[in-house]
């Protein structure tokens, strides 16, 4: 079992619509979440963080977590063609402090 | 966030060659990170590289093949030592700037093609 797992897509979503990115992780003592942005020949840009259980939203985007369910999800409302990249989970474990990615989702934005 | 520099941004290498990588953070970061990321894939932690002392490797990952150097706070290397053509990547450096919150900040990473 991957130790942070995402579905690779493509995942395409009209514009406007609600993109929704899910993800999962083994290590239920896990305690930091991440999801990151990597547009096509760029690095990856930190756009959410979340530490507790329940939503946590900056602008159009919305981090929800459930560690009992070891689940963490990315909503982007209002989807726009310039969210189309690829958004990588990434997962803080209980024993290190190195942050384990997932292979990331791969999202297009249809106008 | 803290500004991360890397150098060189791509190149184009012989195979057997070594390549060193520069990575500079504008500010004192404690964690220094690693990653590799080849094409298509998700980003894998070659190294923590630690102030002062040898940097810790994930497994997978040797020092002879990718020695590392943490002179001070704000600067590291990383060596990609006799190269081959699976060693075609990105590299990317990726400090730790908020303890409290324990987030990574990527530098723009460098191009590797070994021919």
């Known amino acids: 079992q991957k130790e942070v797992e995402q579905n690779s897509g493509p995942l395409s979503v009209p514009e406007g619509a609600i993109a929704s990115l899910n993800c999962t992780y083994s290590?239920?003592?896990?305690?930091?979440f991440f999801w990151y942005r990597q547009y096509s020949g760029k690095s990856p840009e930190l756009i959410m963080s979340?530490?507790?259980?329940g939503d946590k939203e900056d602008g159009r985007f919305t981090a929800q977590l459930n560690k009992a369910s070891q689940y963490v999800s990315l909503l982007i409302r209002d989807s726009q063609p310039s969210d189309s990249a690829t958004y990588l989970c990434a997962v803080k474990g209980s024993s290190a402090s190195k942050i384990i990615f997932g292979s990331g989702t791969r999202l297009s934005i249809r106008p | 966030s803290a500004v991360i520099s890397q150098k060189p941004s791509r190149d184009i290498c012989q195979r057997g060659t070594s390549l060193t990588i520069q990575c500079q953070v504008d500010s004192q970061v404690t964690m220094m990170f690693w990653y590799r990321q080849q094409p298509g894939q998700s980003l894998t932690l070659i190294a923590t590289?630690?102030?002062?002392?040898?940097?810790?490797?994930e497994s997978g990952f040797v020092i002879d093949k990718f020695p590392i150097s943490r002179p001070n706070l704000t600067f590291s290397t990383l060596t990609v030592s006799n190269m081959s053509p699976e060693d075609s990547s990105i590299y990317l450096c990726?400090?730790?700037?908020?303890?409290?919150?324990?987030?990574?900040?990527f530098g723009p990473g460098t191009r590797l093609l070994v021919l």
């Open positions: 290590d239920r003592g896990s305690q930091s």
């Open positions: 990726s400090v730790d700037e908020d303890r409290a919150q324990e987030t990574q900040y």
């Open positions: 590289a630690n102030q002062g002392s040898e940097a810790t490797y």
């Open positions: 979340i530490y507790s259980n």
